[in-house]
């Protein structure tokens, strides 16, 4: 059974960091390129960003709402995803997913909390 | 960026009836189109990938259709449980981008 478990979600101050993770199993996921999609209260799906397998050289692809402040990373060898959000504003506030859009597997989200 | 515009963003409607969800993007995308359905405190859920291919699993009342530039999702007989919030994603081109999401309610 495909599972995607995220955590790392809290309350956090604007202007500060967090690092969201994700523990995949039951594929492989070293094969698979992975998203983060992120759904704002009140507000529509969002996609954050991809990150490429080592086939493809790991690169990235952010949204213009993100670019320059998340980092997406992944470590093959721990089957994880992570998402390393710097300089958050309020409007970062989300319900964040981890993903692989191409599979349509998703976890169950984590809620992030920026507080001004 | 391509820019996704869905349409209606809420429809109150009754179990039985047929409606159609669209959604127009700002350029060619082929059929680099998928539609989720997502329901409250729950991850989204794929019903229809390239344009028109249902997801597996995904009940036979759900259709897409379109390229290019315009799509639609159709579900031809409402069921109590399809009473959620749908998108459209295009795939097309970086960044993906969703449409606003079309409510659906109880009338």
């Known amino acids: 059974e495909v599972q995607l478990v995220e955590s790392g979600g809290t309350l956090v101050q604007s202007g500060g960091s967090l690092r969201l993770s994700c523990a995949a199993s039951?594929?492989?996921?070293?094969?698979?390129?992975m998203d983060w999609v992120r759904r704002a209260p009140g507000k529509g799906l969002e996609w954050v960003g991809r990150?490429?397998?080592?086939?493809?050289?790991?690169?990235?692809e952010y949204a213009a709402s993100v670019k320059g402040r998340f980092i997406i990373l992944r470590d093959d060898s721990k089957n994880s995803l992570y998402l390393q959000m710097n300089s958050l504003k309020t409007e970062d506030t989300a319900v964040y997913y981890c993903?692989?859009?191409?599979?349509?597997?998703w976890g169950q989200g984590t809620l992030v909390t920026v507080s001004s | 960026d391509i820019q996704m515009t869905q349409s209606p963003s809420t429809v109150s409607t009754s179990v039985g009836d047929r409606v159609t969800i669209t959604c127009r993007a700002s350029?060619?995308?082929?059929?680099?189109l998928a539609w989720f359905q997502q329901k409250p405190g729950k991850a989204p859920k794929r019903l229809i990938y390239?344009?028109?291919s249902l997801q597996s699993g995904v009940p036979s009342r759900f259709s897409g259709s379109g390229s290019g530039t315009e799509f639609t999702l159709t579900i031809s007989s409402l069921q109590p449980e399809d009473f959620a919030t749908y998108y459209c994603?295009?795939?097309?081109?970086?960044?993906?981008?969703f449409g606003q999401g079309t409510k659906l309610e109880i009338k």
């Open positions: 990150i490429r397998n080592k086939a493809n050289s790991y690169t990235t």
């Open positions: 390239a344009a028109s």
């Open positions: 039951g594929f492989t996921f070293s094969d698979h390129h």
């Open positions: 993903t692989n859009l191409i599979s349509d597997y």
């Open positions: 994603l295009q795939h097309n081109n970086y960044p993906r981008t």
């Open positions: 350029q060619d995308i082929t059929n680099y």
